[in-house]
T-cell receptor
Framework: KAGVTQTPRYLIKTRGQQVTLSCSPISGHRSVSWYQQTPGQGLQFLFE???????NKGNFPGRFSGRQFSNSRSEMNVSTLELGDSALYLCASSLLGRRGLAGESAYEQYFGPGTRLTVT | DAKTTQPTSMDCAEGRAANLPCNHSTISGNEYVYWYRQIHSQGPQYIIH???NNETNEMASLIITEDRKSSTLILPHATLRDTAVYYCIVRPSSNDYKLSFGAGTTVTVRA
């Protein structure tokens, strides 16, 4: 079974531009979460999508947005890029995305390799 | 979520057990202890988690103290491929969608 894939793997943009990152979850997984990872702040939650709906959102400005398609693939967009947006953007998928009685593996998150975004 | 404290770095000899400590003195009753690791240039990888009892899987063992204020991740036979940053986090069982890592422990396995 293929893992989570993210494209592109590396990206260089200039301040003020916008960028769209793509994530394809593991086949059958319906929940997709996005994270930003920087050396200073560590891993920070951006948002989570389930069945094309944003269920949860982290504490990021409105420049960060996302969406999920009917095939569970997800994109995130960052508009008006700032230097501080340089980071590794990680996507994680899970089968159902919420803990319950069905067993831990149904809710565990599997990460993709990330997209390294550099803003100059 | 409760905060955790881990050593910044540690070295381990290949083939030996690696014992990674984590303090989580403010953990509450419904919070699980989770361990992830991140190998260079890869996304984080789930290792193991537990609530009260010690846990073991094919990757590692997790020992949680009786008062649940600290835990130890054990890699029984470390290999060079286990070189990574290891993160210990605590989170409520219902908070699955939201992970937050701190600095973690950089583990270097040496031949």
């Amino acid at each position: 079974k293929a893992g989570v894939t993210q494209t592109p793997r590396y990206l260089i943009k200039t301040r003020g531009q916008q960028v769209t990152l793509s994530c394809s979850p593991i086949s059958g997984h319906r929940s997709v979460s996005w994270y930003q990872q920087t050396p200073g702040q560590g891993l920070q939650f951006l948002f989570e999508y389930f069945s094309e709906t944003q269920r949860n959102k982290g504490n990021f400005p409105g420049r960060f947005s996302g969406r999920q398609f009917s095939n569970s693939r997800s994109e995130m967009n960052v508009s008006t890029l700032e230097l501080g947006d340089s980071a590794l953007y990680l996507c994680a998928s899970s089968l159902l995305g919420r803990r319950g009685l069905a067993g831990e593996s149904a809710y565990e998150q599997y990460f993709g390799p990330g997209t390294r975004l550099t803003v100059t | 979520d409760a905060k955790t404290t881990q050593p910044t770095s540690m070295d381990c000899a290949e083939g030996r057990a690696a014992n990674l400590p984590c303090n989580h003195s403010t953990i509450s009753g419904n919070e699980y202890v989770y361990w992830y690791r991140q190998i260079h240039s890869q996304g984080p990888q789930y290792i193991i988690h537990g609530l009260k009892n010690n846990e073991t899987n094919e990757m590692a063992s997790l020992i949680i103290t009786e008062d649940r204020k600290s835990s130890t991740l054990i890699l029984p036979h470390a290999t060079l491929r286990d070189t990574a940053v290891y993160y210990c986090i605590v989170r409520p069982s219902s908070n699955d969608y939201k992970l937050s890592f701190g600095a973690g422990t950089t583990v270097t396995v040496r031949a």
